[in-house]
């Protein structure tokens, strides 16, 4: 961040905060991208002249609605229901869905916001939305997620459409609510669309999708080695979470011959001392995808490994390499990052949406550890959802070897392009700045040559 700009910096937050200084969570994503692109626009006069900054944190619509559905007791009960349509200039609104009891207006902006400069990076037509509900699936039956879903569909199928806006999964939403979802969809519009992606692979899903996100982060991390001439192989890595994200990313890293410390959930974190194997990931998808479990059940059946109560990965007690955190938004602390420093990590990659507080992310840069954003390295999952769009637009399914060596490449040129923005003249690549100014770039100029709209 360039100090000659701080004022102008503070001008324009203060103007956020006059708006919504509620809005915690969005504050902060658009103080991390207006920290890099105030500097930008200041040498870039044509984005200034158009307002883009000004126009770009503004949502183009944002729906709330009620959300009404019957508990298996028969007891009427009720959800609030999202969508936050946040910028279509380069192609229809794409972004997940999250149920998760903490759902507000603020993250689901935030989360949108950070989706248009990932969409952009991924080099897809996509442009930039996010939705959900503070809909709790945890300890609903299978019946009462599925009455969830086909309300919460009744009313956001009004505004979505595979030219408008395709949803897709995240926290909460799975394969199973997916379905539940598309299902409503196709009932209430009698058309059978590729208007959300995370599909089933019988009914228009693409191979590769599940596993995207996780993979994808995990080959953005190899593609930051590799540009310092090293690899994953004996590398050990802390991860957090136990959902999707981290599921796929430890199938990654143990494919390319990585050691994983440690997976957690939000009752605390699981300590692996000589590595989770195959056998346990099997074990962590059957716990958490079907019987939907507890991560303390880990520990129980393995005495080799110790779950600690309460915990946040970043305590191993055990010196590491990479830190991949895979959970939640603020997860990852000032302190956390100390923690991390000392225990030896020089490689942080984001397979949440910003799972690290600024306060981290200064700690982070302090010590000169790569560290790169969400937006940039968990960009394989929505990057793959465009390849989803693709395969039903033509109707046809591509093979796993053909999603996968995409996914590779388009994680690869997100790295490139973060390098071409973000790097120094020393070569230290600040991957923060090269995400949000290549991102940035693409949307900007598509919102000039389209006028004030
Ligand atoms: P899942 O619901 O599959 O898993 C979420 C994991 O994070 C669970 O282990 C969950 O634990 C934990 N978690 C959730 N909330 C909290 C919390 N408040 N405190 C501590 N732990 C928490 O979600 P995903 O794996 O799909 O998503 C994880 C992250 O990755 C999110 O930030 C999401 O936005 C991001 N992401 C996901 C993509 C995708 O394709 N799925 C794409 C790009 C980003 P518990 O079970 O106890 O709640």
Request: proline residues 4%; charged residues 25%.
């Amino acid at each position: 961040m360039s100090n000659k700009y701080q004022d102008r910096i503070d001008a324009f937050m203060e103007s956020m905060k006059a708006k919504g200084a509620h809005e915690e969570e969005f504050l902060q994503a658009v103080e991390e991208v207006a920290e890099t692109i105030i500097p930008f626009i200041a040498e870039n006069p044509k984005y200034e002249e158009h307002n883009i900054l000004e126009r770009i944190v503004e949502p183009e619509r944002t729906i709330i609605f009620r959300v009404p559905w019957t508990d298996d007791e028969g007891k009427a009960r009720v959800n609030r229901g999202y969508r936050v349509e946040f910028n279509s200039a380069i192609g229809p609104y794409k972004g997940g869905l999250r149920f998760h009891p903490s759902v507000n207006l603020s993250i689901l902006k935030f989360l949108g916001f950070e989706q248009i400069f990932k969409n952009s990076l991924t080099t897809l037509p996509m442009g930039g939305g996010k939705g959900g509900s503070d809909f709790d699936p945890k300890g609903k039956s299978d019946n009462e997620v599925m009455r969830f879903c086909q309300s919460f569909m009744t009313e956001l199928s009004k505004h979505i459409g595979p030219n408008t806006d395709v949803p897709a999964g995240d926290i909460g939403v799975g394969g199973r609510e997916i379905g539940y979802m598309f299902g409503q969809y196709k009932r209430i519009r009698n058309e059978f669309t590729g208007v959300l992606t995370g599909k089933g692979q019988n009914w228009g899903g693409s191979l590769i999708r599940p596993e995207a996100t996780g993979y994808g982060a995990i080959y953005f991390v190899q593609n930051m080695l590799e540009r310092i001439g090293d690899n994953i192989r004996g590398k050990s890595v802390i991860i957090s979470g136990s959902g999707n994200v981290a599921q796929f990313a430890i199938e990654k890293i143990l494919q390319l011959g990585g050691k994983v410390l440690s997976v957690s959930d939000s009752s605390g974190y699981v300590f692996a001392p000589e590595g989770i194997h195959s056998e346990h990931l099997d074990y962590i998808k059957e716990l958490k995808n079907v019987k939907r479990g507890r991560i303390s059940e880990l520990g129980d059946a393995y005495p080799d490994m110790k779950f600690f109560e309460g915990e946040r990965s970043w305590n191993v007690p055990t010196s590491a390499d990479i830190a991949v955190p895979c959970a939640t938004q603020n997860e990852l602390n000032g302190e956390d990052a100390k923690k991390l420093v000392e225990k030896g990590v020089k490689i942080v990659g984001e397979g949440a949406n910003m799972p690290s507080t600024p306060e981290a992310i200064e700690v982070f840069e302090q010590n000169k550890i790569l560290f790169a954003p969400g937006k940039a390295a968990n960009a394989g999952g929505v990057a793959t959802s465009g390849l989803e769009m693709s395969q039903n637009s033509l109707r046809l399914s591509w093979s796993r070897e053909e999603v996968d060596d995409r996914l590779k490449t388009i994680m690869a040129d997100i790295h490139d392009q973060c390098v071409k923005f973000g790097r120094d003249e020393h070569g230290h690549v600040d991957y923060i700045k090269g995400a949000n100014l290549a991102g940035f770039v693409k949307v900007a100029d598509a919102m000039i040559d389209q006028g004030i709209v």
